[in-house]
């Protein structure tokens, strides 16, 4: 279980090779490891102004993009 309380979930989306789940949400972005008992994410991102509304992971899990409001 992860506690989310910051906003609401646009997307939720599992890397290709199982071992991150991402979370797009208002403005920010979290990366948490599947199989760690920490609560706490691996990565943030929070420097949107708007609703992160999707986002993903290339194959081989080097990269990861996601899309928003902004316009830009």
């Known amino acids: ?4 309380q910051n906003s ?6 599992i890397t290709p090779d199982n071992k991150h789940l991402g979370v797009a949400a208002y403005s920010e972005f979290h990366l948490f490891k599947i199989d760690s008992i920490s609560q706490k994410p691996s990565v943030s991102y929070s420097d949107n102004k708007t609703n992160i ?7 081989d899990c080097k990269w990861l993009f996601t ?3 902004d316009g830009v």
């Not at 279980?1 to 989310?4: S, W």
């Not at 609401?8 to 989306?13: A, G, M, Y």
């Open 67 to 69: 899309s928003a409001e």
């Open 1 to 4: 279980t992860i506690p989310y």
């Open 8 to 13: 609401q979930i646009n997307k939720l989306r």
């Open 53 to 59: 509304t999707d986002m993903g992971f290339e194959r």
